[in-house]
């Protein structure tokens, strides 16, 4: 049976495609997986030599230089060779012939790989009539996203390619969007590439793939994680981050992950494993044994994949705490707290300078906090400014009214029209990004950069407007040093460290939507002593005053204590 290409009647499409096609490694996204890793990928997934592999069907959807390809065929042969039962080689092409399907867009590199399979069937004792018959059967040129769904396959493996949907031709991701479901808000490509792969699956089959995790617990991964809550089981999570999973350096967080196309069970886990190729076989065998038994490096955990909820994967050993607070705490925002971010321009080198250089009208210029002011721990103001174009109404000023402004503007405009949110409204070309409200200058605030290695959160009076970097929280209950000492703390690292996308070298991204999923009490329910010590801990900022403090204020038990303390030692390691 064939994997046909459709016909696409739009011109337009393959178009968009031919430039896909011909695109640079760099555009596509194209990474290469260690062939350790891909061992013991496939050795997750089920794809073993001492299985009848003849009578299986791979699919890579994604084959690029065939880092799984050439693995795959290896382990068809072996089996295939050992259970010949007086089988020449010349019924191989009859046997094998719908075993593997390997798909591939760019042209360039699908012709070299396809010429290095025709030479490795060769060295298998195919001669090349038959190598080119399999060839044909099993590689195809194309975009796997508009390929007709006319095969189940037992197996799914490889690694998809990394694309953002900016740097895809408008009408190709238009007609993405209109096949696949789980294509949400800024989605990356791998997550229809997932969609589409489960798609394909035969019953009892499984997925595996090795790409970024950010799907898994970001917004746009939402419908993706809600399809295999719905219909399939997350059956294994490994956690690379920090591994040499790639023969290049990647800076998006890697995972494995099985999914099978079975009812929904726990979910086994094991975290940044030694890629070492022995190392790798064992590790396989205890994830992939009947029963869970006592190797170190794997855990199980329960109802991993619940509706569209985020995956709590990578700190099992806290999940059982943050569960608890989520039911006994409201959520930060409902406890009197606002979280918000900072201001983006589209142009920093216009709309951001000097305060006292911008030679705008005083009320149309507001001093500006960045990432850099907070280094310390404490504001410490470089004396920076950022240009206001809005009003007290949130319209854009007229600026005839403003004529320091609108000369300042003229002289850079070039470079603000260049802009896409000018060219999207060029009426209010001067605009920056996001709305500046004034009044947030005098509001105090506490201060939280997007990415660190530990919770930095810095105290801000009243007296600066935040950057766009730069995450922050006011509130009218709570004393901000006193919340100052609870984000501090290992409580709220667990959360973040569970919920959030975690980046190369071990940091974490405090975003918006990570801080409002933090539980707290109601101020008015924290009592009196305890306010003053959380207080004191926040203005000292002081690591193990805020620990101790907040671990009476959610009055953690021993073993809450010890998980937190065992986390925090593996990160200060």
């Known amino acids: 049976m064939e994997f046909q290409l459709p016909l696409l009647e739009r011109p337009e499409i393959e178009a968009a495609i031919a430039t896909v096609a011909e695109a640079e490694a760099d555009f596509r996204g194209a990474i290469f997986t260690r062939r350790e890793v891909v061992d013991f990928i496939l050795d997750l997934a089920g794809y073993t030599s001492d299985k009848p592999l003849y009578e299986f069907r791979i699919l890579e959807p994604s084959m690029g230089g065939g880092d799984f390809l050439f693995p795959v065929i290896d382990r068809l042969f072996e089996a295939y060779n050992g259970n010949r039962s007086g089988r020449g080689a010349s019924d191989a092409v009859d046997l094998l012939g719908d075993c593997i399907v390997g798909v591939e867009v760019h042209r360039e590199t699908f012709a070299k790989t396809r010429a290095s399979v025709l030479e490795y069937l060769q060295s298998k004792g195919l001669n090349a009539k038959q190598a080119n018959a399999l060839c044909k059967r099993w590689l195809r040129q194309g975009d796997f996203l508009l390929l007709s769904q006319d095969q189940n396959f037992t197996h799914v493996v490889g690694n998809p390619p990394y694309i953002r949907q900016e740097l895809i031709p408008d009408v190709l991701m238009a007609e993405y969007r209109r096949r696949y479901s789980t294509i949400y808000d800024r989605a990356d490509i791998y997550v229809p590439f997932i969609e589409q792969s489960l798609s394909l699956l035969a019953p009892h089959g499984n997925l595996a793939f090795i790409c970024a995790d950010r799907w898994m617990k970001n917004r746009y991964g939402g419908p993706l994680r809600r399809l295999i809550a719905d219909k399939y089981h997350l059956k294994h999570f490994v956690d ?189 070309w001067y605009r920056t990004i996001d709305r500046i409200y004034p009044e947030l200058v005098s509001v105090p605030k506490l201060l939280i950069p997007d990415i660190k290695g530990a919770a930095h959160i810095v105290y801000e009076p009243g007296e600066l407007y935040p950057h766009h970097n730069l995450y922050f929280i006011t509130s009218t209950q709570w004393d901000l040093h006193a919340l100052q000492a609870v984000l501090l703390s290992d409580v709220t690292r667990a959360f973040i460290t569970l919920y959030s996308t975690k980046m190369r070298g071990g940091y974490l991204r405090f975003q918006a939507q990570y801080l409002r999923r933090l539980r707290l009490p109601q101020w008015s329910d924290v009592p009196a002593a305890l306010r003053k010590t959380l207080t004191k801990a926040g203005q000292l900022r002081d690591a193990s005053a805020c620990n101790a403090a907040t671990e009476l204020l959610y009055g953690l038990t021993p073993n809450e204590r010890m998980a937190l303390a065992a986390n925090h030692d593996a990160n200060v390691a």
Not at 255 to 277: D, N
Not at 352 to 372: G, N, Q, S, Y
Not at 409 to 415: E, R, S, Y
């Open 240 to 428: 690379m981050v920090d591994t040499d999973a790639f023969h290049s350096d990647v800076i998006a967080y890697p995972a494995i992950m099985v999914i099978g196309q079975e009812k929904p069970a726990a979910t086994r886990i094991s975290l940044r494993p030694t890629v070492e190729a022995k190392n790798l076989r064992t590790l396989a065998k205890a994830m992939t044994a009947p029963k869970l038994g006592k190797d170190p490096r794997v855990t199980e955990i329960q109802h991993v994949a619940v509706a569209a909820e985020p995956w709590m994967l990578t700190a099992p050993d806290q999940l059982g705490l943050v569960r608890r607070l989520e039911a006994e705490y409201p959520a930060l925002e409902k406890a009197g707290c606002k979280v918000g971010i900072g201001v983006a321009t589209g142009a920093d080198q216009v709309f951001i300078a000097p305060f006292d250089a911008l030679d705008v009208e005083p009320d149309r210029k507001l001093p500006l906090v960045m990432t850099r002011d907070i280094l310390s721990g404490s504001v410490e103001w470089r004396g920076l400014g950022v240009i206001n174009p809005f009003g007290p109404d949130g319209k854009l000023v007229p600026l005839s009214s403003y004529p320091k402004l609108a000369r300042y503007l003229d002289q850079h405009g070039a470079a603000i029209k260049a802009r896409h949110v000018s060219k999207k409204n060029p009426q209010g």
